[in-house]
């Protein structure tokens, strides 16, 4: 009888990682992997990602329209909870922040970028904080070396990636 109870919780054991790693894999398929430190990872949204070219008087400029799912490491949550209660001091982080979501849109032709939403999320997946940068914010210029330059990077390498598929594609046909 012990041995038949062994072998039912090892197999429900087993059913439950595979279970997990096929509810990550379905995550891991929708979230592209841009980078990591001691704070934070990133990822853009494959499934909302779009690109396309816009011609204005100035010129022709592609335009890239993506959202940005950001997960923190303890201490990159602690200083997240502390950015939110300086924003708004009613907010309440009782469960902490497990990830963020930015909606960025960038030009590719000047370098530039804007941040159009911003929602943070406890580790009950409820949004705790949302900033709406829509009416607020202007383009700005991507520095060197910033987080936003390794988003550009990601994004432009990916939108690159699906135009060259697109012509792959239309060749065979």
Known sequence: MINMNKKIFILIFVLSLSLAQICFAQDSLRYHWIASNDYESLYFDKDTFSAKTIETVEGKYRLIDVWIKTTYSDVGAED????????DKDAVINNGVK??????????????????????????????FHQDYVNAQKWTSIAPESRAEVIHKAVNRYDILQVLEKIRQDRKE
């Open 99 to 128: 990830f963020s979501r930015e909606h960025l849109l960038f030009k590719n032709n000047s370098r530039e970028f804007v941040i159009l939403y911003e929602d943070f999320y406890d580790k009950n997946d409820n949004c705790i």
């Open 80 to 87: 997240i909870s502390q950015y939110i209660k300086k924003q």
